[in-house]
């Protein structure tokens, strides 16, 4: 199965940019961005599949990027101009297709505070 490793979280002040990055120790078609706020569900933030179709929430269009670099299994998320409720521990995932993506393996998470 493969591994995911997640680095990039830290603190911000509003309006600042940050960029997670995982990595990856084999290439995955699927793979996605989730986060978790404290007292709320996971939710999925952004996501691409193969090499160019991405989606994203609402929340975050316009303002997040999910990019990745194949040739070292690394998926990234460029973060801009933060606002305080994209507080969160943000995650990475990744899985196969079948009839949809199918986000089954997970890293340990990276803390993505941001201050007002």
């Known amino acids: 199965r493969v591994q995911l490793v997640e680095s990039g979280g830290g603190s911000v002040q509003a309006g600042g940019s940050l960029r997670l990055s995982c990595t990856a120790s084999e290439y995955s078609f699927c793979m996605g961005w989730y986060r978790q706020a404290p007292g709320k569900e996971r939710e999925r933030v952004a996501s691409?599949?193969?090499?160019?179709?991405?989606d994203y929430i609402d929340s975050v269009k316009g303002r997040f990027t999910i990019s990745r670099d194949n040739k070292n299994n690394t998926l990234h998320l460029q973060m801009n101009s933060l606002k305080p409720e994209d507080t969160a521990v943000y995650y990475c995932?990744?899985?196969?297709?079948?009839?949809?993506?199918?986000?089954?393996?997970w890293g340990q998470g990276t803390q993505v505070t941001v201050s007002s």
């Open positions: 995932a990744a899985g196969p297709w079948y009839r949809s993506c199918i986000h089954d393996t």
């Open positions: 691409i599949v193969g090499d160019a179709s991405t």
